[in-house]
């Protein structure tokens, strides 16, 4: 059994900055990418930032230059920084963690975090 959960959601201020964190923890073996999602109300889910085991990372274009994704190999955690925060990053965010499995990457969510942005 995985278990992922996230913090640090809240309320701010345009302009502001807020910064989540996700862990993981039970059966761990391996882990490959941590990613970020978010999901505006009546919207998809979309990918925020994802970091692999290499460090590579990936952002969206709405995110570059505000958001810093990082990760703590150590303590299976990958936090969001987020800076400059507009109305529009007003979202529930999501972790997500792939875990290397023989046959193929298991992907496991974590329950969300509210975060809202008032102008």
């Known amino acids: 059994q995985v278990h992922v959960v996230e913090s640090g959601g809240g309320l701010v201020q345009a302009g502001g900055s807020l910064r989540l964190s996700c862990a993981a923890s039970?059966?761990?073996?391996?882990?490959?990418?941590m990613s970020w999602y978010r999901q505006a109300p009546g919207k998809q889910r979309d990918l925020v930032a994802n970091?692999?085991?290499?460090?590579?990372?990936n952002y969206a274009d709405s995110v570059k230059g505000r958001f810093t994704i990082s990760r703590d190999n150590g303590k299976n955690t990958v936090y969001l920084q987020m800076n400059s925060l507009k109305p529009e990053d007003t979202a529930v965010y999501y972790c997500?963690?792939?875990?290397?499995?023989?046959?193929?990457?298991?992907?496991?969510w974590g329950q969300g975090t509210q975060v809202t942005v008032s102008s």
């Open positions: 039970g059966n761990i073996f391996s882990i490959n990418v």
């Open positions: 997500n963690v792939g875990l290397n499995h023989p046959i193929a990457i298991m992907n496991y």
């Open positions: 970091i692999n085991s290499g460090g590579r990372i």
